[in-house]
Protein backbone atom coordinates (compact mmCIF):
# COMPACT_ATOMS: atom_id res chain seq x y z
CA UNK A 1 0.00 0.00 0.00
CA UNK A 2 0.85 3.80 0.28
CA UNK A 3 3.65 5.35 2.25
CA UNK A 4 4.26 8.90 2.72
CA UNK A 5 7.59 9.94 4.50
CA UNK A 6 7.38 13.88 6.03
CA UNK A 7 10.50 15.82 6.60
CA UNK A 8 11.56 17.39 8.60
CA UNK A 9 9.12 16.37 12.40
CA UNK A 10 9.99 19.99 13.98
CA UNK A 11 10.58 23.25 11.92
CA UNK A 12 11.78 26.49 13.76
CA UNK A 13 12.03 29.82 12.02
CA UNK A 14 11.85 33.19 12.21
CA UNK A 15 9.03 35.56 11.45
CA UNK A 16 9.55 36.79 7.86
CA UNK A 17 11.19 33.47 7.05
CA UNK A 18 10.20 30.88 4.59
CA UNK A 19 9.59 27.50 5.79
CA UNK A 20 9.62 24.10 3.36
CA UNK A 21 7.97 20.81 4.33
CA UNK A 22 8.89 17.98 2.17
CA UNK A 23 7.00 14.22 1.62
CA UNK A 24 7.77 11.51 -0.50
CA UNK A 25 5.37 8.99 -1.40
CA UNK A 26 5.93 5.12 -2.56
CA UNK A 27 2.68 4.39 -4.90
CA UNK A 28 3.13 6.01 -8.39
CA UNK A 29 -0.78 5.61 -8.93
CA UNK A 30 -1.55 8.10 -6.23
CA UNK A 31 -2.68 11.21 -7.89
CA UNK A 32 -4.06 13.48 -5.02
CA UNK A 33 -1.90 15.52 -2.32
CA UNK A 34 -3.07 17.65 -0.10
CA UNK A 35 -1.90 19.51 2.72
CA UNK A 36 -3.29 19.95 6.01
CA UNK A 37 -2.87 22.08 8.97
CA UNK A 38 -3.82 21.05 12.69
CA UNK A 39 -4.02 23.24 15.71
CA UNK A 40 -3.82 22.23 19.24
CA UNK A 41 -7.62 20.59 19.76
CA UNK A 42 -8.57 20.80 16.39
CA UNK A 43 -9.36 18.27 13.47
CA UNK A 44 -6.85 18.69 9.95
CA UNK A 45 -7.88 21.67 8.10
CA UNK A 46 -7.14 21.51 4.24
CA UNK A 47 -4.76 24.76 3.66
CA UNK A 48 -4.06 23.49 0.03
CA UNK A 49 -3.83 20.67 -2.45
CA UNK A 50 -2.59 19.79 -5.98
CA UNK A 51 -3.25 16.72 -8.53
CA UNK A 52 -0.80 14.98 -10.31
CA UNK A 53 -1.55 16.71 -13.68
CA UNK A 54 -0.58 19.84 -11.93
CA UNK A 55 3.18 20.65 -10.96
CA UNK A 56 2.79 23.50 -9.06
CA UNK A 57 -0.31 25.55 -7.37
CA UNK A 58 -0.31 29.17 -5.03
CA UNK A 59 -2.38 30.17 -2.96
CA UNK A 60 -1.02 33.94 -1.37
CA UNK A 61 1.21 33.36 1.22
CA UNK A 62 1.59 29.15 0.37
CA UNK A 63 2.41 26.83 -2.21
CA UNK A 64 2.90 23.40 -3.29
CA UNK A 65 5.06 22.03 -5.70
CA UNK A 66 5.04 18.00 -6.93
CA UNK A 67 7.71 15.94 -8.82
CA UNK A 68 5.92 12.63 -10.23
CA UNK A 69 8.87 11.38 -11.46
CA UNK A 70 10.78 11.72 -8.42
CA UNK A 71 7.30 11.30 -6.09
CA UNK A 72 7.71 13.78 -4.22
CA UNK A 73 5.80 17.28 -2.86
CA UNK A 74 6.56 19.83 -0.94
CA UNK A 75 4.81 22.82 1.28
CA UNK A 76 6.26 26.19 0.48
CA UNK A 77 5.01 28.95 3.46
CA UNK A 78 6.58 32.65 3.03
CA UNK A 79 6.75 35.77 5.13
CA UNK A 80 5.65 33.47 8.00
CA UNK A 81 3.48 34.42 10.93
CA UNK A 82 3.07 33.43 14.60
CA UNK A 83 -0.29 32.26 13.51
CA UNK A 84 1.07 29.89 10.72
CA UNK A 85 2.35 27.90 14.02
CA UNK A 86 0.55 24.10 14.08
CA UNK A 87 1.54 20.68 13.13
CA UNK A 88 1.15 20.26 8.79
CA UNK A 89 0.73 17.13 7.55
CA UNK A 90 1.31 16.24 4.14
CA UNK A 91 -1.00 13.31 2.74
CA UNK A 92 -2.20 11.17 -0.81
CA UNK A 93 -4.63 9.24 -2.58
CA UNK A 94 -5.45 7.69 -5.83
CA UNK A 95 -8.69 9.75 -6.34
CA UNK A 96 -11.63 9.26 -3.23
CA UNK A 97 -9.89 6.75 -1.90
CA UNK A 98 -8.27 6.90 1.53
CA UNK A 99 -5.88 9.46 2.31
CA UNK A 100 -2.24 8.11 4.01
CA UNK A 101 -0.89 10.88 6.32
CA UNK A 102 2.75 11.58 6.68
CA UNK A 103 3.56 11.63 10.36
CA UNK A 104 3.85 15.63 10.57
CA UNK A 105 5.74 18.57 10.90
CA UNK A 106 5.73 20.66 13.71
CA UNK A 107 6.04 24.48 12.58
CA UNK A 108 7.22 27.35 15.38
CA UNK A 109 7.40 30.86 13.92
CA UNK A 110 8.48 32.96 16.47
CA UNK A 111 8.24 36.92 16.66
CA UNK B 1 -22.67 25.95 6.63
CA UNK B 2 -21.72 23.83 9.71
CA UNK B 3 -19.15 21.84 9.85
CA UNK B 4 -18.42 18.13 10.90
CA UNK B 5 -19.86 18.02 14.37
CA UNK B 6 -18.87 15.39 16.43
CA UNK B 7 -19.50 14.39 20.12
CA UNK B 8 -18.36 13.73 22.54
CA UNK B 9 -15.39 16.05 22.81
CA UNK B 10 -13.06 14.12 25.44
CA UNK B 11 -14.25 10.93 26.87
CA UNK B 12 -12.59 8.91 29.67
CA UNK B 13 -13.23 5.34 30.39
CA UNK B 14 -11.93 2.53 32.34
CA UNK B 15 -10.75 -0.58 29.95
CA UNK B 16 -13.29 -3.23 28.87
CA UNK B 17 -16.19 -0.25 29.52
CA UNK B 18 -18.17 0.48 26.07
CA UNK B 19 -17.66 3.93 24.16
CA UNK B 20 -19.40 5.44 21.42
CA UNK B 21 -18.81 8.73 19.05
CA UNK B 22 -21.05 10.46 17.17
CA UNK B 23 -20.44 12.34 13.86
CA UNK B 24 -22.77 14.44 12.00
CA UNK B 25 -21.32 15.09 8.18
CA UNK B 26 -21.97 17.93 6.40
CA UNK B 27 -25.24 18.19 4.67
CA UNK B 28 -24.92 16.34 0.94
CA UNK B 29 -21.23 14.49 1.89
CA UNK B 30 -21.80 11.09 0.55
CA UNK B 31 -18.50 9.99 1.34
CA UNK B 32 -17.68 9.62 5.89
CA UNK B 33 -14.38 9.11 6.77
CA UNK B 34 -13.37 7.65 10.88
CA UNK B 35 -9.88 7.96 11.15
CA UNK B 36 -7.76 7.37 14.38
CA UNK B 37 -5.11 9.87 15.50
CA UNK B 38 -2.85 8.51 17.65
CA UNK B 39 -0.53 11.28 19.80
CA UNK B 40 2.41 12.52 17.43
CA UNK B 41 1.08 10.94 14.63
CA UNK B 42 -1.02 11.33 11.44
CA UNK B 43 -4.97 10.37 11.14
CA UNK B 44 -5.02 6.14 10.11
CA UNK B 45 -7.92 5.00 8.69
CA UNK B 46 -10.60 3.20 10.04
CA UNK B 47 -13.29 2.93 7.65
CA UNK B 48 -15.33 4.89 4.56
CA UNK B 49 -18.69 4.83 3.80
CA UNK B 50 -20.23 5.72 0.66
CA UNK B 51 -23.67 6.16 1.89
CA UNK B 52 -24.71 3.60 3.74
CA UNK B 53 -22.30 1.03 2.40
CA UNK B 54 -18.99 0.47 4.18
CA UNK B 55 -16.94 0.46 1.20
CA UNK B 56 -13.26 0.55 3.02
CA UNK B 57 -13.31 -1.34 6.51
CA UNK B 58 -10.01 -2.94 5.87
CA UNK B 59 -8.26 -1.44 9.11
CA UNK B 60 -11.12 -1.82 11.38
CA UNK B 61 -10.26 -3.83 14.31
CA UNK B 62 -13.44 -5.76 13.98
CA UNK B 63 -13.16 -7.82 17.25
CA UNK B 64 -14.15 -4.65 19.13
CA UNK B 65 -15.15 -1.84 16.43
CA UNK B 66 -18.38 -1.51 14.76
CA UNK B 67 -19.65 1.51 13.23
CA UNK B 68 -22.46 2.27 11.46
CA UNK B 69 -24.11 5.38 9.06
CA UNK B 70 -27.44 4.69 9.06
CA UNK B 71 -30.20 6.50 6.16
CA UNK B 72 -26.28 7.91 4.74
CA UNK B 73 -26.12 10.98 6.77
CA UNK B 74 -24.66 10.58 10.84
CA UNK B 75 -22.70 7.70 12.18
CA UNK B 76 -21.56 6.12 14.77
CA UNK B 77 -18.32 4.38 16.03
CA UNK B 78 -18.52 1.59 18.73
CA UNK B 79 -15.61 0.38 20.80
CA UNK B 80 -16.85 -2.75 22.87
CA UNK B 81 -14.83 -3.48 25.06
CA UNK B 82 -12.44 -0.82 25.36
CA UNK B 83 -8.08 -1.62 25.76
CA UNK B 84 -5.73 0.58 27.16
CA UNK B 85 -4.00 0.70 23.59
CA UNK B 86 -7.22 2.98 21.95
CA UNK B 87 -6.51 6.01 23.63
CA UNK B 88 -6.86 8.42 20.64
CA UNK B 89 -8.13 11.21 19.27
CA UNK B 90 -11.59 9.91 16.68
CA UNK B 91 -11.93 11.85 13.64
CA UNK B 92 -14.89 11.95 11.40
CA UNK B 93 -14.64 13.31 7.70
CA UNK B 94 -16.67 13.61 5.65
CA UNK B 95 -16.55 14.44 1.18
CA UNK B 96 -18.77 15.09 -1.50
CA UNK B 97 -18.02 13.38 -4.68
CA UNK B 98 -17.31 16.64 -6.71
CA UNK B 99 -14.23 17.35 -4.28
CA UNK B 100 -11.73 15.52 -3.21
CA UNK B 101 -10.73 17.34 0.10
CA UNK B 102 -11.81 16.07 3.37
CA UNK B 103 -13.51 18.50 6.36
CA UNK B 104 -12.88 16.89 9.40
CA UNK B 105 -14.43 17.09 12.54
CA UNK B 106 -13.16 18.60 15.78
CA UNK B 107 -12.59 14.95 16.51
CA UNK B 108 -12.99 12.94 19.96
CA UNK B 109 -9.96 12.47 22.63
CA UNK B 110 -10.29 8.98 24.21
CA UNK B 111 -8.78 8.05 27.17
CA UNK B 112 -9.13 4.91 28.71
CA UNK B 113 -7.88 4.19 32.30
Known amino acids: GENVEQHPSTLSVQEGDSAVIKCTYS??????FPWYKQELGKGPQLIIDIRSNVGEKKDQRIAVTLNKTAKHFSLHITETQPEDSAVYFC??????????FGTGTRLLVSP | EAGVVQSPRYKIIEKKQPVAFWCNPI?????LYWYRQNLGQGPELLIRYENEEAVDDSQLPKDRFSAERLKGVDSTLKIQPAELGDSAVYLCASSSTAFYGYTFGSGTRLTVV
Open chain 1, 91 to 100: AASKGFQKLV
Open chain 1, 27 to 32: DSASNY
Open chain 2, 27 to 31: SGHNT
